[in-house]
């Protein structure tokens, strides 16, 4: 979606609301299995003291892979916005957080397409406390332990003969 900022770019204290749904297929990431709804956007870019902002909020529901135990779960996204705008830049910038104007406004889907894959994490869980899967044999450990025996540390075997020792007497 293109925001025409003209009308404000030279009046401190003017704005230009906006609302607008952004396109799933350029969002993907991998742990990504689809969006539950379209994610939208809605707020507003404001003029202070000659300083543009596009300030609002924006929503995406999801439905994700976890990464540790590739259990799905769903997952919604709020982000709130606070992206300076510059119209003095010629495409080089040192501060990468700051979004280049193209003339006298600027592509909405760009730019809060860049913030939304920012701002999200490399590594989704469904949980804080997911314990993901066995090594062995694949179980999911958040549905209970496993049957697998662990494997004795070679270096401590012989501790573990002294314990057979005692059980005999």
């Known amino acids: 979606m293109w925001l025409n900022l003209k009308d404000i770019i030279e009046i401190p204290g003017g704005e230009v609301s906006f609302e607008c749904g952004l396109d799933g297929q350029a969002l993907v990431f991998p742990a ?19 300083v543009l902002t596009l300030l609002g909020e924006l929503n995406a529901k999801m439905l994700c892979r976890c990464d ?9 996204k709020k982000l709130g916005l606070s992206i300076p ?25 760009e730019v809060l397409s860049a ?3 920012l701002n999200t994490d490399s590594k989704l ?14 179980k999911n450990l958040n549905d209970g ?15 573990g003969q002294l314990l057979d020792i005692d059980d005999d007497k």
């Open 68 to 76: 540790r135990c590739g259990s799905e779960f769903q997952l919604e």
């Open 125 to 138: 869980l469904c949980s804080e406390q997911c314990m993901g899967l066995c090594p062995d044999c694949g």
């Open 115 to 117: 913030v939304f894959i």
């Open 32 to 50: 990504l299995v689809r969006f539950l709804e379209q994610p939208r956007a809605v707020g507003r870019v404001v003029n202070t003291a000659g």
């Open 145 to 159: 332990p496993c049957s697998c025996t662990k494997p004795v540390d070679p270096r401590l075997a012989v501790l």
């Open 85 to 109: 705008l510059s119209a003095d830049m010629d495409g080089e910038s040192e501060d990468a957080e700051v979004f280049p104007l193209d003339g006298d406004g600027i592509d909405l889907d």
